[in-house]
């Protein structure tokens, strides 16, 4: 890459797709902003995580946001509430964090006028996730209508550029993604609750959707779990 290759922010929270989003980014020839946001999540163990991804990537630079939405609470992620252990089922589950992508693109684009980008990544996808309302691609098509209408950028002419990636991609071709572009899986995290000795759970929603993503596609995942 060179000074004059363009400038792409990256929405990294440490998780699995969201890094193979970012390498994407990269492999593309932008230059890696990346924004983290630490929104109280019980999950700690995905914040150093997204710091090895931003590290190991070549990020240029790396925003870690505090935003506590303990505050508002309403999500099993951020408040008093066990994350459930049953398998994914049909409804939204009570990990949803009420609103979580649109705050967190709102942020991301904002980093991104102020950084003179006009590409956003985020690693959101709509086949094999756990049902959250904004991680569909009509969700992501109108944000980025709604980042046109009302940034400076926007109205100037200069639009931005919401890239998903990962949009329409199962968890197995995720982690044959995450393989093909010489990805470390264990950089990553994604499980919502960690066990005591700081293993992954390997039966909350994110930890069944991953583990049934590299067995479908015959991978490793360096991510150790609870009970082998």
Known sequence: MT??????????????????????????????????????????????????????????????????????GGSALTDDIAVPKDGVGDDIPVTYVPARNLVFLALTTAFAESAGARDIFIGVNALDYSGYPDCRPEFIASFAETARLGTKAGVEGAPFAIHAPLQHMTKADIAREAAR?????????????PAPDGKACGECDSCRLRRKGFAEAGL?????????
Do not use: K
């Not at 004059?4 to 193979?20: F, N």
């Not at 999950?43 to 190991?56: G, N, Q």
């Not at 010489?182 to 609750?193: K, P, R």
């Not at 490793?220 to 082998?228: E, H, N």
């Open 220 to 228: 490793q995942d360096r991510v150790p779990y609870a009970g082998g």
């Open 3 to 72: 000074s004059q290759s363009p400038i792409a922010v990256v929405l990294l929270s440490g998780g699995l797709d969201s890094m193979v989003s970012a390498a994407i980014a990269r492999e593309r020839g932008f230059v890696l902003n990346a924004l983290t946001i630490d929104y109280g999540q019980r999950h700690r163990r995905e914040l150093e995580s997204a710091r090895t991804i931003a590290r190991e990537l070549g990020a240029h630079r790396h925003v870690e946001l505090p935003l506590d939405l303990r505050q508002f």
């Open 181 to 193: 572009l010489g990805l470390d899986t264990g950089w990553s995290w994604s499980c919502y609750d």
